[in-house]
């Protein structure tokens, strides 16, 4: 049976989906041998039409010097996608190096480190490729 905290977060995930989710494509990737290019994952199936929410918020990086040191801070985007690891069922859930292809605007971003929580939440960090 399911926490408290688990029926509230499955009731939040279905309206931030609602309000802020976009349908996305998969392709699962993986490194090639030697480390090349990255390659197609064969053994595991593409994921047409998962929801996710997809973020981009400007931060000031301090990684870079601060004021105090006489150099200007630098602005930059911290882009995100944040999805219920739920949705994929019984298979495999995405994982760092796939590929994620944003619907609405065709653009493709690759997966970069990500975060899970105790009920099934993944935050993965993106890259956009051009």
């Known amino acids: 049976m399911p926490t408290r905290f ?6 939040a995930w279905g309206a931030w989906n609602r309000v802020y989710g976009e349908l996305w494509d998969l392709q699962p990737m993986m490194d090639s041998a030697g480390g090349g290019r990255r390659v197609v994952d064969a053994s595991r199936e593409p994921v047409l039409g998962f929801t996710a ?11 870079f010097g601060s004021e105090a040191r006489g150099t200007l801070p630098r602005f930059v ?6 999805f219920d690891v739920r949705q994929f069922g019984e298979g495999p859930a995405p994982r760092r190096l796939d590929r994620v292809t944003r619907r609405a605007t065709g ?3 690759e997966l970069g480190h990500g975060q899970i ?3 099934g939440g ?4 993106v890259k956009e490729l051009k």
Request: glycine share 4%; aromatic share 12%; charged share 35%.
């Open 117 to 119: 929580d105790g009920e």
């Open 6 to 11: 688990a029926r509230i977060e499955d009731r």
């Open 77 to 82: 985007n911290e882009t995100t996608l944040s």
């Open 53 to 63: 929410i997809f973020a981009s918020p400007v931060k000031e990086s301090t990684e």
């Open 122 to 125: 993944l935050k993965f960090w």
């Open 107 to 109: 653009q493709t971003y």
